[in-house]
C-alpha cells in the first residue's frame, strides 16, 4: 500500500487541521467502499500541483471554463445584477487561485462601485495568493477570503444589502457522490435570498479519448496529484 503525506499546517491553517485529518482518513478508510475527501489534496504543494494542471495541454477543463467566461461575462452579469449600481457580493466555494473569476471580478468592477469578493477555500496558500494578484490587479475590490471546510462545516455569510452572486465553478462539484453535492448545493441556497444567483460551473459527458488524458496526463502532474506525491519533496528513491 502506498502511503501518503499531507502537510496538515497548510490545510485549514491551524491545530483542527490535524484532528481534522485524522477524523478524515479514519472515516473513509474504515468504510467499506474505501474513500479520502478531495480537501486532503490541497495542502501548499497540492494546490501548487493543481494550478500547474490547469495548465496542462490535456486538461481541457480550465481552458474551456475561461473561454465561457470571456465569451459570456456580459451575459452572466446582466442576467444576476437586475438592479443597477446597487452593491454587489461575489462569493465563491473552493476559489483556488481565482486565476478564471478574475474575468468575472473585472467586469462587475466596472458595473458596480460597491463590490466585495468573498473567496472560501480550505487552502490558506491559494487565499493569500488569489487576495494578492486580486489587490495588485484590480485594486477597488473588497477580498474577504474565509478559509474554511465548506462541506462539514456550511457556510454562514453574514447580511448583505444589495445582490449576492455565488460561484461554483471549475466542476468542484464533479468530485462529490450526488448526495454530498445536494448538501453542498442545499446549504448555499440557505445562504441565499431571492434576487440572488448563483453560477455552477460543471462538466458534461465526453468521450474515453478526451477525459482520459485529462486525469492522466503524459507528464504525470496528475498521477501526482492523485497520490499526493509532491515533486519537490521526493527524494532520489521515491
Ligand atoms: C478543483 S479546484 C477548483 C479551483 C478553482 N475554483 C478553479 O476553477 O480552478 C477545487 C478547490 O476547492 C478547494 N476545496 C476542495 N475541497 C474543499 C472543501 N471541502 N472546502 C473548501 N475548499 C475546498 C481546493 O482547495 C481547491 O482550491
Not at 48 to 54: D, R, S, V
Amino acid at each position: 500500500m502506498e502511503s501518503i503525506s499531507i502537510e496538515t499546517s497548510t490545510i485549514l491553517g491551524d491545530a483542527e487541521s490535524m484532528d481534522a485529518v485524522i477524523s478524515e482518513v479514519r472515516r473513509g478508510l474504515m468504510s467499506k467502499r474505501k474513500s479520502l475527501a478531495p480537501w486532503l489534496f490541497y495542502d501548499d504543494a497540492g494546490s501548487a500541483l493543481f494550478e500547474e494542471i490547469t495548465a496542462l495541454p490535456e486538461y481541457y477543463v480550465s481552458r474551456l471554463e475561461r473561454r465561457i467566461l470571456r465569451d459570456n461575462v456580459r451575459s452572466i452579469l446582466g442576467q444576476a445584477l437586475s438592479q443597477a449600481d446597487a452593491p454587489v457580493r461575489i462569493i465563491e466555494l473552493g476559489a483556488g487561485s481565482a486565476e478564471k473569476t478574475s474575468i468575472l471580478l473585472s467586469e462587475a468592477r466596472a458595473l458596480s462601485s460597491d463590490l466585495t469578493y468573498v473567496p472560501i477555500d480550505i487552502s490558506p496558500a491559494s487565499l493569500e495568493g488569489a487576495q494578492r494578484s486580486l489587490e495588485r490587479d484590480l485594486p477597488g475590490i473588497r477580498v474577504e477570503p474565509i478559509v474554511s471546510d465548506y462541506v462539514s462545516k456550511p457556510i454562514k455569510l453574514d447580511r448583505f444589502v444589495g445582490i449576492t452572486i455565488a460561484l461554483y465553478i471549475g466542476s468542484s462539484i464533479g468530485n462529490f457522490e450526488p448526495f454530498e453535492a445536494r448538501t453542498i448545493l442545499r446549504n448555499l441556497r440557505n445562504q441565499l435570498g431571492y434576487s440572488d444567483a448563483l453560477l455552477l460551473g460543471t462538466d458534461l459527458v465526453k468521450p474515453e479519448h478526451v477525459l482520459i488524458p485529462a486525469y492522466d496526463d503524459a507528464q504525470g502532474v496528475t498521477a501526482d496529484f492523485n497520490r499526493m506525491r509532491h515533486r519537490s519533496r521526493l527524494s532520489p528513491r521515491d
